[in-house]
């Protein structure tokens, strides 16, 4: 894992996650593959294993470049853009 500038920026405390999960997978009828969490913000978005690819369109629209996994055991955070797990 690498450090990257966007880290540094992150809110500390870790914002809470505005959801329980992919909200626009639920209005499109899908079923996200895996959750992740905006750690800017706290929303919570599909990985780009699901067909919508939410958490990257946030990213993208938003401009919050650090997301963490919400899968149960797992901890990493990925900078999209860094491209890189931090």
């Known amino acids: 894992m690498s450090e990257c500038p966007h880290v540094l920026d992150l ?3 870790e914002p809470e996650r505005l959801s ?11 079923h996200p593959v895996q959750l992740r969490i905006c750690l800017t913000c706290g929303h919570v978005g ?11 369109h946030h990213s993208q629209q938003e401009g ?15 900078c ?7």
């Open 20 to 30: 329980d999960t992919c909200l626009v997978c639920r209005a499109e009828g899908t």
């Open 80 to 86: 999209f853009a860094d491209g890189s797990i931090v």
């Open 11 to 13: 809110p500390r405390p």
């Open 46 to 56: 599909c990985c780009d294993s699901s067909p919508g690819r939410h958490a990257s």
């Open 64 to 78: 919050h470049p650090v997301m963490r996994t919400l899968e149960h055991g797992e901890s990493w955070r990925w």
